[in-house]
């Protein structure tokens, strides 16, 4: 089936550390997505990608790095210089167009 | 830029009764996309319904539809017959042109629980 696979699904890291959370997906979607998940907050875009070797920041990408060198991936980095990294993570992708998104079940980050 | 409001932290409502859910955007677009996705506790995200702007007509999905008026800039979700598994975060989205950019903005969502 096809799908959007985010890996771990829980992540503890300690201050100081920077950490990679995985977004795969087998949809064939061009655009790939991270938003950050506050409570009472909604969602905030971090960053997105809309071809390979190409990405834009979002409205909060300070503290954050990704990379797309291939089409299905799109992995997010937590450096240390996130100061307030402890949140729910939600990577989605979509086509080009007004189908909306397809999201995967999220990554619990917390930093212990 | 473009703000999408939903001012119902919270609600419930008992088995199989009605519930509204209200949203509300801001944007000098005349064609857009709005959409509503459900979040249950399992925390994905799913979407519910989309409705394009250019299109007066309501969108329908089997128990949820939606009232849509564009003067308004309004986008509420009617949940009918509503069910346990409904019991979930509802979150609305507005996408504006041009889509490759596909720039979806969300609301700040509703935690609905439906009572057995």
């Known amino acids: 089936d096809g799908g959007i696979t985010q890996s771990p699904k829980y992540l503890f890291r300690k201050e100081g550390q920077n950490v990679t959370l995985s977004c795969e997906q087998n949809l064939n979607h061009d655009a790939m997505y991270w938003y950050r998940q506050d409570p009472g907050q909604g969602l905030r875009l971090i960053y997105y990608?809309?071809?390979?070797?190409?990405?834009q920041k979002g409205d909060i990408a300070e503290g954050y790095s990704v990379s797309r060198e291939k089409k299905e991936s799109f992995p997010l980095t937590v450096t240390s210089a996130q100061k307030n990294p402890t949140a729910f993570y939600l990577c989605?992708?979509?086509?080009?167009?007004?189908?909306?998104?397809?999201f995967g079940s999220g990554t619990r980050l917390t930093v212990v | 830029a473009q703000t999408v409001t939903q001012s119902q932290p919270e609600m419930s409502v008992q088995e199989a009764e009605t519930v509204t859910l209200s949203c509300t955007y801001d944007?000098?677009?005349?064609?857009?996309?709005l959409f509503w996705y459900k979040q249950p506790p399992s925390r994905q995200m799913i979407l519910v319904i989309r409705q394009e702007a250019y299109k007066q007509q309501n969108a329908t999905e089997n128990r949820f539809s939606v009232n849509f008026q564009k003067a308004a800039k309004s986008f509420s979700l009617k949940i009918s017959d509503s069910q346990l598994g409904d019991t979930a975060m509802y979150f609305c989205a507005f996408m504006k042109p041009p889509y490759n950019n596909n720039d979806m903005r969300f609301g700040a969502g509703t935690r609905l629980t439906v009572k057995p």
């Open positions: 990608s809309q071809i390979v070797n190409d990405f």
């Open positions: 944007t000098s677009e005349n064609n857009y996309y």
């Open positions: 989605a992708s979509s086509i080009f167009g007004g189908d909306g998104y397809t």
